[in-house]
């Protein structure tokens, strides 16, 4: 049986529970040997609040430790220029063994602008997606699997998870306006926030 490996790839600006959910369950899920998370780099298409990516990345490494299953790549953050997910799997496709099947977590935002994304056919080519829906978003990431046809019914794969409604954007929210964010976002990585006024008004 080849080795399977999850790619967690987000700006995790920050990093919480949802994320890590996610990870678990599709870890479980797929039998994956383990999960990579890849904080990304200077994304194109996103603006990180000011938001260094190192901040980013010691963020995610500080919410993954103590689980056994779960790692981290500088791989984006030590990259140069835009950041684009092809890019990121060429380069892993090197250190990996030719039987590794890739299979690239994201959630149903990201499957729902997969039409846009650069090289997306040579993507789906080269790893299989982990589609992890939010509520009410089934018929979205339903319409995203039919443009690509055949390939995206064999290789976009819809991920069952507890129905946390909860994103980055809200978190950011509550910290700018004072207000608590415990238990969304792991302790450590709070006190990191704290520790450097990260997403103050």
């Given at each position: ?73 500088p791989i ?122 990260l997403y103050e008004?």
């Amino acid at each position: 049986m080849s080795k399977r490996i999850g790619i967690f790839g987000g700006s995790f600006n920050p990093i919480h529970i949802g994320h890590l959910v996610i990870a678990e369950a599709a870890w479980q899920e797929f039998g994956l040997e383990k999960v990579l998370f890849i904080p990304s780099g200077d994304t194109p298409n996103k603006d990180m609040h000011h938001i260094d990516k190192h901040l980013r990345y010691n963020m995610v490494q500080k919410a993954i430790e103590g689980n056994e299953h779960f790692d981290i790549s500088p791989i984006e953050r030590e990259r140069e220029g835009p950041s684009y997910t092809v890019d990121t799997i060429r380069l892993l496709r090197t250190s990996l063994s030719h039987d590794c099947q890739i299979f690239f977590i994201c959630g149903t935002d990201a499957i729902v602008d997969l039409p846009n994304w650069k090289y997306n056919k040579e993507l789906l080519d080269s790893c299989d997606f982990i589609a992890a829906s939010r509520p009410g978003s089934e018929i979205q990431l339903e319409e995203s699997i039919r443009f690509f046809g055949e390939t995206g019914i064999k290789k976009i794969h819809p991920l069952n998870t507890p129905e946390l409604d909860i994103s980055s954007t809200k978190l950011r929210e509550l910290i700018a306006n004072k207000k608590s964010a415990r238990y969304f976002i792991p302790d450590n990585v709070l006190t990191y926030i704290k520790k450097y006024h990260l997403y103050e008004a």
